[in-house]
């Protein structure tokens, strides 16, 4: 069976914009923008004109299969990262095995881990049913790699990972004062980008 794939990054920063910019340029653009519009739920487009009343909730950065969100927040921090996983009922039954609460919607299914992070779990098979949507184009290419997580006890979070979630290729997991994601790649077939992201997040 695969392993999961990492190809989900959501951020909290108080500076959006220039989070947003950085990621216009390393071909990331913005795909839609969420908030509300008097208390109701909307979406818009980044070439649709927004209403005065719009209250900014968060924005998504697509392309291939690279992912990430934009949220605004007090402090820059990693809010969750998200994986795509063949086991994904599996997956679901070993976390709560754990004592991780399992926490889902119509939408997404969050493992809460012991530590201040969450991770969103989606099923292989959507990974598989969009990239066949993208197989005309070169988008499919675009994938996560090399991300390097830093957490004040790497060895009991790797053990929760490889329990749980099985190896992620994708992920590194190391010790450090606090949990932060130093950086991720953006990898195509001809070329990495790799970003620190401290300064995408202004920290």
């Given at each position: 069976?695969?392993?999961?794939?990492?190809?989900?990054?959501?951020?909290?920063?108080?500076?959006?914009?220039?989070?947003?910019?950085?990621?216009?340029?390393?071909?990331?653009?913005?795909?839609?923008?969420?908030?509300?519009?008097?208390?109701?739920?909307?979406?818009?487009?980044?070439?649709?004109?927004v209403?005065?009343?719009?209250?900014?909730?968060?924005?998504v950065?697509?392309?291939?299969?690279?992912?990430?969100?934009?949220a605004?927040?007090?402090?820059?921090?990693?809010?969750?990262?998200?994986?795509?996983?063949s086991?994904?009922?599996?997956?679901?039954?070993?976390?709560?095995?754990?004592?991780s609460?399992?926490?889902?919607?119509?939408?997404?299914?969050?493992?809460?881990?012991?530590?201040?992070?969450?991770?969103?779990?989606?099923?292989?098979?959507?990974?598989?049913?969009?990239?066949a949507?993208?197989?005309?184009?070169?988008?499919?290419?675009?994938?996560?790699?090399?991300?390097?997580?830093?957490?004040?006890?790497?060895?009991?979070?790797?053990?929760?990972?490889?329990?749980v979630?099985?190896?992620?290729?994708?992920?590194?997991?190391e010790?450090?004062?606090?949990?932060?994601?130093?950086?991720?790649?953006?990898?195509?077939?001809?070329?990495?980008?790799?970003?620190?992201?401290?300064?995408l997040?202004g920290?």
């Amino acid at each position: 069976m695969d392993g999961p794939t990492l190809f989900h990054l959501h951020f909290n920063t108080p500076d959006i914009e220039s989070a947003a910019e950085r990621l216009e340029r390393e071909g990331l653009p913005c795909k839609r923008r969420f908030g509300t519009v008097r208390g109701e739920s909307r979406s818009f487009g980044p070439e649709d004109a927004v209403p005065d009343e719009f209250r900014f909730k968060l924005q998504v950065h697509r392309r291939g299969n690279v992912d990430i969100t934009l949220a605004p927040g007090k402090r820059p921090r990693i809010d969750h990262l998200g994986l795509r996983s063949s086991d994904f009922d599996g997956t679901l039954e070993r976390a709560r095995a754990r004592g991780s609460s399992v926490r889902q919607n119509s939408r997404r299914t969050f493992v809460m881990t012991p530590w201040t992070f969450r991770v969103e779990l989606h099923p292989r098979a959507d990974e598989e049913r969009e990239t066949a949507e993208r197989s005309e184009s070169d988008d499919a290419v675009y994938r996560i790699e090399d991300a390097l997580l830093s957490v004040p006890d790497a060895g009991a979070v790797r053990t929760y990972f490889d329990a749980v979630f099985g190896d992620v290729p994708q992920l590194a997991i190391e010790s450090g004062e606090e949990i932060w994601l130093e950086e991720f790649t953006i990898a195509t077939d001809d070329e990495t980008t790799t970003l620190d992201v401290a300064e995408l997040l202004g920290a």
